[in-house]
């Protein structure tokens, strides 16, 4: 078992869960509430079971999966049942699931009752390299992106590699992403390693090489007020794209699927802008090519997509913000990109999959 420590709470890579049962043993919590979806509850609660068997007293909350479902109505109902199971200030939630469950769990402890402990137990591989890491919590409204929440650090995130087994392919794809983004923005040797990578060559230490990237930028900038502002890289166009897609497609782009988009149009960006090397451009595009699929989008929802990302968290004074590379393995961030520079990106990204 290995041990990150982070903001004030360790990160444990315990495929045994054996770390958690001790955790537990610990803390003497007055009750203890999972929440899951209806596919963690399927497929990752056993496991918790099975891991945990002398944990007898605890409660479920169920959600609806996926991120239609990240939401305030969700939310409410997560509050209405902690307050139906007597939740108190010494109680424990323990989040058992994708980034929409430690994201919407994450937001609903930290607000009940002006906040009680939580835990992460992520169990995406986008959940494990990402979202459970860094206190990053919250929900959207409509098409905006995580534009409700807080940030608010885990007691503990535990990761199993166990978990991953039972998630399929497009989900695996999708978290990749943020791998592949982790090593364009802090490490090209680790990019260069990964972009090699076959989807079922997805292993334990790649999961621990990007938990320990995210945690070097979050330990010196929790609360995003600088550097933290890299992990953003490709979010700002690939927040909008999600955001429109979510509400627009009858089957909706995941979050990876979507920030792919947005590293290809700011990885253009940071070519026009701020020196990303022509040939690196062309490298970043051939990756993220290999993995996913194009997205068809024309240019009669640039509009819509701009709107979005009116409400990007990056943004100052009306001007739309972002981080862009300026070689494979470096990032700079508050870099403020004109409504004609951001359109010419979309056009060179529907340029690119144009047959
Ligand atoms: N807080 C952060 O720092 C941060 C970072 C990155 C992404 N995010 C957020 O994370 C969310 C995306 O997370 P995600 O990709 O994990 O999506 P998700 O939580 O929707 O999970 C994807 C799907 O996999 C299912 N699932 C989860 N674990 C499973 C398992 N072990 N076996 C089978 N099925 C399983 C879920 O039910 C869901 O249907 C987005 O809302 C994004 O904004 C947050
Ligand atoms: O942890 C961070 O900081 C990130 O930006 C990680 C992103 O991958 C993640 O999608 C995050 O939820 C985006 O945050 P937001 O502040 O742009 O909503
Ligand atoms: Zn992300």
């Known amino acids: 078992m290995e041990v990150i420590e982070s903001l004030g709470y360790q990160v444990y890579f315990d495929d045994t869960l054996a770390s958690l049962e001790a955790f537990l043993a610990e803390r003497n919590y007055s009750k203890i509430i999972v929440l899951v979806d209806t596919n963690t509850l399927d497929n990752c609660l056993p496991l918790f079971q099975q891991a945990l068997p002398n944990l007898a007293n605890y409660d479920v909350i169920e959600v609806d999966p996926g991120e239609e479902n990240k939401n305030i109505d969700f939310c409410i109902g997560v509050w209405h049942n902690m307050l139906d199971f007597g939740a108190d200030r010494h109680s424990l939630m323990i989040n058992l699931g994708g980034g929409v469950v430690t994201d919407m769990g994450g937001f609903a402890a930290s607000t009940f009752k002006r906040g009680m402990d939580f835990i992460q137990i992520p169990t995406t591989l986008l959940s494990q390299v990402d979202a459970s890491v860094g206190g990053k919590t919250g929900i959207d409204m409509g098409s905006v992106k995580n534009i409700i929440g807080t940030f608010a650090q885990p007691q503990a995130v535990f990761i199993s590699s166990q ?128 993995y996913f699929n194009d997205y068809t989008f024309d240019s009669s929802i640039d509009t819509a997509l701009l709107d979005l990302m009116r409400n990007d968290k990056k943004n100052l004074s009306n001007q739309i913000g972002f981080a862009l590379l300026d070689q494979i393995g470096s990032c700079q961030y508050d870099i403020y990109v004109s409504e004609e520079d951001i359109i010419e990106s979309l056009d060179f990204y529907r340029e690119l999959i144009t047959p």
């Open 163 to 290: 978990f991953l087994k039972t998630l399929d392919q497009r989900q695996l794809i999708s978290g990749f992403a943020e791998v592949i983004k982790h090593g364009l923005i802090f490490d090209r040797a680790y990019y260069e390693r990964v972009k090699t990578l076959e989807i079922d060559q997805i292993d334990n230490s790649l999961v621990k090489h990007s938990v320990s990237i995210k945690n070097r930028v979050i330990l010196e900038d929790p609360k995003e007020k600088g550097l933290r502002k890299i992990l953003n890289f490709g979010h700002t166009i690939g927040h909008a794209i999600e955001g429109y897609s979510l509400l627009n497609d009858a089957s909706p782009l995941l979050h990876g699927e979507a920030i792919a988009v947005g590293m290809i149009c700011e990885g253009y960006l940071s070519h026009k802008l701020n020196g990303l090397p022509l040939d690196e451009l062309n490298d970043l595009i051939q990756t993220f090519r290999k």
